[in-house]
């Protein structure tokens, strides 16, 4: 087993929210701006600030164009990661429900709308990154470029879906990327971000950061998404020989990708032969067969994993089959070209036209995060999609932190200053006391849940609001 393996590694989503604000009649009311300022002043009330790290572990703020936008904590399990990560639709509802309370109050009106997708109605393109610890050892450049392939046809088993120039595309994002892998984020969008930013112990670890996925809804698409993303670098860092080495024409590959939902468009490789897309997915997740044979049993547990393997291939057998009753209760942008030809169908449309105002309304609905309101919503509701998880873990994970990561102790930390209104700071990697006298403990492992200093540092607190 090679040294570099990290098969319990942290991983963090960065999800991205569209957001609007529509009073009857279905015009817009505020621009997104002022609907975002009143979204995020009870934020600003409590900490002063826009930009906030919460109890559990995760970092919500208003990110560049108006998006709130949630990080979530340090997760080292799939399942851990899907609970948090849903929990921040939940935890900006909250925000998004108390915006509207203040809208009427002020007799304003109008209802708040925040949408878990990539793309808004002009056609510009939002994030949702992925984040994934990796040593020092790797080169960022070089492991980006053996992601690619995978990467580029990852979208056909967790692709959100989207109408684009009047057509139906598996990906929301891959119109939106212009490199393979760069330092750039939206001068030049890649699909992997190289920008040395570990939020760790430097001489240790990397953050790789790869920005090329879409929001996804499903859960078994984001446990598709990042469950078999960490398979893949786990084989890289074990040294395996993957089964594609590389592609001929990146930029057009994935673009060729997102426009076939049958996945039997070509790809052409580096040596100049080609293989469909499908068959790109099939041989990776063949590898991660055998991977799983002697992969550590540690993070993610390796039952979880062959679950993840196991849907893989179903998956894959589903779209070369087309079988859409299957796909349509595991993937985004299946689930949504199902109700898209169910409406194609009512409206007397080809299956081929995506321009009518009606479907465009559909593609954005689907990404309505407002339970009892958002069509994706409605239909887990009514149990016809998928889940990994349950809503009892999402509940969980609105309030508390990871409890096997650093996290737990920003969480801790944090509670406790919450409990015993103690004046704090904190980021990615450490907290700090501001008063009665500056303090800052460093948290440089992300894989650690627990720290003496942070024992000091919570029995200070306790002993100075004692004083007071």
């Given at each position: 087993m090679n040294a570099g393996v990290f098969a319990r590694r942290v991983t963090g989503i960065e999800t991205e929210y569209g957001i609007t604000c529509i009073q009857e009649g279905g015009a817009k009311r505020l621009p997104a701006e002022e609907i975002a300022r009143y979204m995020f002043r009870p934020v600003v009330e409590q900490w002063s600030s826009s930009n906030v790290f919460l109890t559990n572990g995760s970092r919500l703020y208003l990110d560049v164009g108006s998006h709130p936008e949630v990080a979530t904590a340090e997760c080292d399990t799939l399942s851990s990661l899907i609970a948090h990560e849903r929990a921040g639709d939940r935890i900006v509802d909250e925000l998004a429900r108390k915006a509207e309370d203040r809208l009427n109050q002020e007799g304003i009106g109008g209802r708040v709308y925040l949408l878990k997708n990539n793309l808004d109605s002009f056609g510009n393109?939002?994030?949702c990154h992925e984040n994934y610890l990796v040593g020092r050892s790797a080169v960022l450049?070089?492991?980006g470029k053996q992601l690619l392939p995978f990467l580029i046809t990852r979208q056909l088993i967790c692709g959100a879906g989207s109408i684009q120039d009047g057509a139906f595309q598996?990906?929301?994002?891959?119109?939106h990327v212009w490199e393979g892998v760069s330092s750039a984020t939206t001068r030049s969008r890649p699909i992997i971000n190289t920008r040395d930013e570990p939020?760790?112990?430097?001489?240790?670890?990397?953050?790789?950061?790869?920005?090329?996925?879409?929001?996804?809804?499903?859960?078994?698409s984001v446990a598709l998404k990042i469950g078999t993303t960490h398979l893949v670098l786990e084989m890289i860092e074990a040294g395996w020989e993957l089964p594609i080495e590389a592609l001929g024409n990146e930029m057009q590959a994935i673009r060729d990708v997102s426009r076939d939902?049958?996945?039997?468009?070509?790809?052409?490789?580096?040596?100049?032969?080609?293989?469909?897309?499908?068959?790109?997915?099939?041989?990776?997740?063949?590898?991660?067969?055998?991977?799983?044979?002697?992969?550590p049993d540690e993070g993610t547990p390796n039952a979880e994993m062959a679950k993840v393997v196991s849907l893989w291939g179903e998956v894959l057998d589903a779209i070369e089959r087309q079988d859409f009753a299957l796909l349509g209760k595991h993937v985004d942008w299946a689930i949504k070209?199902?109700?898209?030809?169910?409406?194609?169908?009512?409206?007397?449309?080809?299956t081929n036209s995506f321009e009518h105002p009606k479907l465009k309304h559909i593609d954005l609905a689907y990404h309505d995060i407002r339970p009892g309101r958002g069509i994706f919503l409605a239909l887990e509701a009514k149990g016809v999609v998928s889940r990994w998880i349950d809503d009892a873990a999402i509940e969980t994970a609105t309030s508390t932190a990871p409890r096997t990561t650093r996290a737990h102790l920003r969480g801790l930390f944090l509670h406790h200053a919450q409990t015993l209104g103690v004046p704090v700071a904190c980021d990615w990697?450490?907290?700090?006391?501001?008063?009665?006298?500056?303090?800052?403990v460093e948290l440089a492992e992300p894989l650690s849940n627990?720290?003496?200093?942070?024992?000091?540092?919570?029995?200070?607190?306790?002993?100075?609001?004692?004083?007071?």
């Amino acid at each position: 087993m090679n040294a570099g393996v990290f098969a319990r590694r942290v991983t963090g989503i960065e999800t991205e929210y569209g957001i609007t604000c529509i009073q009857e009649g279905g015009a817009k009311r505020l621009p997104a701006e002022e609907i975002a300022r009143y979204m995020f002043r009870p934020v600003v009330e409590q900490w002063s600030s826009s930009n906030v790290f919460l109890t559990n572990g995760s970092r919500l703020y208003l990110d560049v164009g108006s998006h709130p936008e949630v990080a979530t904590a340090e997760c080292d399990t799939l399942s851990s990661l899907i609970a948090h990560e849903r929990a921040g639709d939940r935890i900006v509802d909250e925000l998004a429900r108390k915006a509207e309370d203040r809208l009427n109050q002020e007799g304003i009106g109008g209802r708040v709308y925040l949408l878990k997708n990539n793309l808004d109605s002009f056609g510009n393109s939002y994030g949702c990154h992925e984040n994934y610890l990796v040593g020092r050892s790797a080169v960022l450049k070089t492991l980006g470029k053996q992601l690619l392939p995978f990467l580029i046809t990852r979208q056909l088993i967790c692709g959100a879906g989207s109408i684009q120039d009047g057509a139906f595309q598996i990906s929301q994002r891959a119109d939106h990327v212009w490199e393979g892998v760069s330092s750039a984020t939206t001068r030049s969008r890649p699909i992997i971000n190289t920008r040395d930013e570990p939020h760790a112990d430097s001489h240790q670890y990397r953050r790789l950061h790869v920005i090329v996925g879409d929001s996804n809804m499903s859960e078994t698409s984001v446990a598709l998404k990042i469950g078999t993303t960490h398979l893949v670098l786990e084989m890289i860092e074990a040294g395996w020989e993957l089964p594609i080495e590389a592609l001929g024409n990146e930029m057009q590959a994935i673009r060729d990708v997102s426009r076939d939902t049958s996945g039997q468009v070509l790809v052409e490789l580096s040596d100049g032969s080609n293989l469909s897309a499908l068959e790109v997915q099939r041989r990776y997740q063949a590898a991660a067969i055998k991977w799983l044979e002697q992969r550590p049993d540690e993070g993610t547990p390796n039952a979880e994993m062959a679950k993840v393997v196991s849907l893989w291939g179903e998956v894959l057998d589903a779209i070369e089959r087309q079988d859409f009753a299957l796909l349509g209760k595991h993937v985004d942008w299946a689930i949504k070209l199902g109700i898209l030809r169910q409406f194609q169908r009512r409206l007397g449309l080809d299956t081929n036209s995506f321009e009518h105002p009606k479907l465009k309304h559909i593609d954005l609905a689907y990404h309505d995060i407002r339970p009892g309101r958002g069509i994706f919503l409605a239909l887990e509701a009514k149990g016809v999609v998928s889940r990994w998880i349950d809503d009892a873990a999402i509940e969980t994970a609105t309030s508390t932190a990871p409890r096997t990561t650093r996290a737990h102790l920003r969480g801790l930390f944090l509670h406790h200053a919450q409990t015993l209104g103690v004046p704090v700071a904190c980021d990615w990697v450490r907290l700090k006391v501001l008063r009665p006298e500056p303090r800052i403990v460093e948290l440089a492992e992300p894989l650690s849940n627990s720290n003496e200093e942070v024992d000091q540092l919570l029995a200070a607190m306790d002993a100075s609001a004692g004083q007071r």
